[in-house]
């Protein structure tokens, strides 16, 4: 079974300019997450989807940040404009469903780095 | 607010010596916990968890984790250490009730000495 699949795997871009990450979880998880790590911290969440709902993104910022997960699989998030401290690796995961389904399985991740 | 601490920031052992790695959480009710690993460049790797029944929990790769409720601690444990076990560890919570996602702690980063 594919485990989550995110691309790209890196991106460098200057600052000011648009970027997007996709993800494409576990088949079969309705939740998924997007995670945001930054060098030597654990992973922050910054929104997540049940089905194609976001029910928790008190975490985005929304003035540059945006996600969308439409028909409920896969999921696509943007930054515009990027600004140097979003600099980090973005991580996305998903889990099943059910209450004791808060196990996450990650994906690889999304190195950007911005200049 | 659910939270997790991981006192820790660098360990290193020594191959073939023990390994125990601190874990506190603050969560208003019955926790569910998670200890994960990260290879460099790599996305993370569950280890373990415990959501109820006996406290002691194994794991992948030899690892144990043991739940103590009194303590708020979720310790994770190796009793032999491998150069391959050098790796970051994050301690993570969530739970039933409130954000489902999990909340990590800022990991414990491991060094192995041969």
């Known amino acids: 079974e594919a485990g989550v699949v995110q691309s790209p795997r890196y991106k460098i871009i200057e600052k000011k300019q648009p970027v997007a990450f996709w993800c494409n979880p576990i088949s079969g998880h309705n939740t998924l997450y997007w995670y945001l790590q930054n060098l030597g911290q654990g992973p922050e969440l910054l929104i997540r989807y049940e089905n194609e709902e976001a029910v928790d993104d008190s975490q985005l910022p929304k003035d540059r940040f945006s996600a969308e997960r439409l028909k409920g699989v896969d999921s696509t998030l943007k930054i515009q404009p990027a600004e140097l401290g979003d600099s980090a690796v973005y991580l996305c995961?998903?889990?099943?469903?059910?209450?004791?389904?808060?196990?996450?399985?990650f994906g690889q991740g999304t190195r950007l780095t911005v200049v | 607010a659910q939270s997790v601490t991981q006192p820790d920031i660098h360990i290193t052992v020594s191959e073939g010596a023990s390994l125990e790695l601190r874990c506190n959480y603050s969560?208003?009710?019955?926790?569910?916990l998670f200890w994960y690993v990260q290879s460099p460049g790599q996305g993370l790797q569950l280890l373990l968890k415990y959501f109820s029944g006996d406290t002691l929990v194994q794991g992948i790769k030899g690892f144990e984790a043991e739940f103590k409720r009194s303590q708020s601690s979720f310790n994770l444990r190796k009793p032999s250490v491998h150069w391959s076990d050098a790796a970051e560890y994050f301690c993570?919570?969530?739970?039933?009730?409130?954000?489902?996602?999990?909340?990590f702690g800022s990991g414990t980063r491991l060094q192995v000495q041969p």
């Open positions: 995961a998903s889990s099943g469903t059910g209450q004791r389904n808060t196990e996450a399985f």
């Open positions: 969560y208003g009710a019955t926790p569910y």
């Open positions: 993570a919570v969530g739970g039933l009730t409130g954000r489902r996602a999990l909340t």
